[in-house]
């Protein structure tokens, strides 16, 4: 069965200082509904098949713009390499997450190697659409090792490992969720981790909060500036045919008025001169099967 979303989800909570991703299952993300809280959700898609991800599609066309997600594939072995289109038709979702233009993956597997053919395939099929990279996040199953694990009897835990990252410029923050509830929770006892820092030190999460304000405006100009170059290069192409356009109209034009007002007989005697020149073979004068001009 396909998956659906309601389009009137909101996000009421204010941005934090960190890019925060709630690894989650797409049934989980349906199970929350409207209260979605502010955040990225990378979908844990379990079986990377053809019909999974068709249902995965079809639920990420009701999720609003301002939801951005991403995918995080969840297998041992890579997927069969003629999915890789079905994956990269995700890119093209405004709601998905991308850094500086390039759409992000991850990957929860046992051995990074054995996928390296086939994110080399994703990369050269993403690039064949016009982005520059895949920004591919590696974790390995059993060592996660930057994945944060929510859990509900020692959420100081999750604190902690926050706290770890909190004063780093622009560190994402992983954290699995297994139940819908567990989003809300998440997102507080971040933000009360957030709160101890602006007391204690204020300057330092003032400046925290703006380089964060001022690395998304900096990824906003450089999209703008990316489809302002393509626009100008489109239009460059355009200006370029219509050029073409105009010289062979021109041509034309010389053609119809120097040449074919010219009197028939003034041009029989043109072929004349050719076949006295060389250029044109005599026969070719009387039959217009014979091939009229030497090489």
Not at 122 to 138: C, N, P, R, V, W
Request: charged share 20%; aromatic share 10%; glycine share 6%.
């Amino acid at each position: 069965a396909g998956w659906s979303l309601r389009r009137d989800t909101k996000s009421k909570v204010c941005n934090m200082i960190h890019d925060l991703y709630y690894i989650a299952t797409p049934r989980l993300w349906l199970a929350v509904g409207e209260h979605i809280p502010k955040g990225i959700m990378a979908l844990a898609v379990n079986e990377v098949d053809l019909e999974g991800l068709k249902a995965l599609y079809t639920m990420v066309q009701t999720v609003p713009s301002d939801q951005r997600f991403c995918l995080l594939l969840n297998s041992a072995n890579p997927p069969d390499a003629l999915l890789v289109n079905d994956l990269i038709a995700f890119f093209f979702f405004s709601s998905y997450q991308t850094v500086k233009g390039n759409p992000e993956l991850i990957i929860y597997t046992q051995s990074t190697e054995q996928w390296v053919n086939f994110v080399n395939l994703l990369m050269e099929a993403a690039k064949a659409q016009g982005f520059d990279s895949i920004l591919t996040h590696y974790f390995r199953t059993g060592n996660p090792g930057g994945i944060a694990v929510y859990q509900p009897g020692a959420p100081e835990l999750l604190q902690q490992a926050y706290r770890a990252i909190v004063r780093q410029p622009q560190s994402p923050f992983f954290v699995r969720v297994d139940q819908p509830g567990e989003l809300e929770q998440v997102r507080k006892l971040l933000e009360e981790e957030e709160a101890v820092l602006q007391q204690q030190e204020p300057e330092l999460y003032c400046l925290l909060q703006k380089n964060g304000q001022l690395a998304s405006r900096v990824q906003q100009l450089e999209q703008l500036s990316a489809a302002a170059a393509q626009e100008i290069a489109g239009q460059t192409a355009h200006m370029e045919v219509l050029r073409s356009e105009s010289q062979a109209a021109h041509l034309q034009n010389y053609y119809s008025n120097e040449y074919e007002i010219l009197p028939r007989w003034y041009k029989r005697f043109g072929h004349v001169v050719k076949v006295m020149m060389g250029k044109r073979s005599f026969r070719s004068l009387f039959n217009d099967k014979i091939k009229k001009y030497k090489q």
